[in-house]
């Protein structure tokens, strides 16, 4: 009878980088052969997958080494795992992918698609649960169920366990004041899919965004600042469809390359709307403690500013 190989689990004593841990407690392992591990997804800390060298480890944190090979990698130029354990998923996306079919039977590629893909096989049994959604064109950070009944206590709690929801947009002409709150009551016209916007409570949905503009662009000759760009801030305190593209039309400010509620790419020096979804923080609804992702802005935005 062959026994199964046992996983290695190690408790920590005392604060160090994942890679120094590793290194000194794996008997004289090589730094590649760690780095391998790693890249095979072989090394948890807690219950949650940790592919980052340099992760911060502490006192009484356990980690566990894998004996097999780890779960099956996700390689798609549109999607990264960016988080991962028994319970969610969190993903940072690109431009141009959907998070769910917006019709039942689609064969078009998702986010959704291609995460039920990577559970199943793991694990043929395995399903995945959508959380909250971002547009097609905004990319950025999105965070997934591994069970339905998860699924629904994140929605019906979404707003008691997210702390920090941060986007960045780039956007043409530059928001006055530099820094406010936009707060505007939002109705949605589910026949043309488009989102109408009131400055006063016409029994839409209030909607409400925290902005600060980061850099603008060099200023322009002659008066005002006509053809110029803004790379925003903006913290949600609610969720609504299309909100932050909605409040920046209405600020006279579109986002760079929005074809529903801007000037769209013909005056868009990038092909793309320019809206990412940059830090999610959030209560771990199971282990109860706070996880925080964050995403570097698009390299193109910075690009437009210089």
């Known amino acids: 009878m062959i026994k199964r190989k046992q996983d290695t689990v190690l408790k ?7 890679m120094d841990f590793l290194m000194a407690k794996m008997g004289g392992m090589a730094k590649s052969s760690v780095k391998q591990l790693l890249g095979q997804r072989r090394v948890k800390v807690g219950n949650a997958v940790q592919t980052r060298h340099d992760f911060s480890l502490h006192v009484g944190d356990v980690v566990t080494i ?3 090979r780890g779960n099956s990698q996700l390689t798609h130029p549109k999607l990264k795992i960016v988080y991962e354990d028994d319970d969610l998923i969190v993903v940072n996306k690109q431009p141009g992918l959907l998070t769910v079919a917006t019709t039942s039977g689609s064969k078009e590629t998702t986010v959704m698609s291609i995460l ?5 096989k793991q694990n043929a049994r395995a399903n995945i649960y959508v959380v909250h959604r971002l547009d097609r064109e905004t ?5 997934f169920a591994r069970s339905e009944e998860l699924q629904h206590y994140m929605r019906e709690y979404w707003r008691d366990l997210v702390t920090e929801r941060t986007y960045i947009a780039l956007t043409e002409g530059v928001l006055e004041p530099r820094e406010g709150k936009i707060t505007t009551w939002l109705t949605e016209d589910k026949r ?5 916007s009131s400055p006063v409570d016409d029994g839409g949905d209030i909607a409400i965004t925290n ?6 662009t060099p200023p322009l000759s002659g008066e005002g600042r006509e053809g110029a760009y803004s790379l925003v801030e903006l913290h949600l305190e ?7 593209r909605v409040h920046l039309a209405s600020k006279g400010c579109p986002v760079v390359g929005d074809r529903k509620y801007g000037h769209g790419n013909e005056s868009s020096p990038i092909d793309r709307l320019c809206l990412h979804a940059k830090v999610l923080a959030f209560i771990h ?8 992702f964050e995403s570097p802005v698009p390299k193109e935005f910075n690009r437009v500013l210089q």
Not at 116 to 120: E, G, L, N, P, Q
Not at 139 to 143: E, F, M, N, Q
Not at 192 to 196: G, L
Request: charged residues 20%.
């Open 211 to 216: 902005y600060k503009v980061l850099r603008t």
């Open 192 to 196: 043309n899919a488009v989102v109408y």
């Open 66 to 68: 894998s004996s097999g």
């Open 238 to 244: 609610t969720g609504r469809t299309n909100q932050i």
């Open 12 to 18: 920590v004593a005392e604060p160090a980088q994942l």
């Open 285 to 292: 609804p199971v282990t109860e403690k706070t996880v925080r």
């Open 139 to 143: 990319s950025g950070l999105l965070v």
């Open 116 to 120: 039920r893909a990577y559970v199943k």
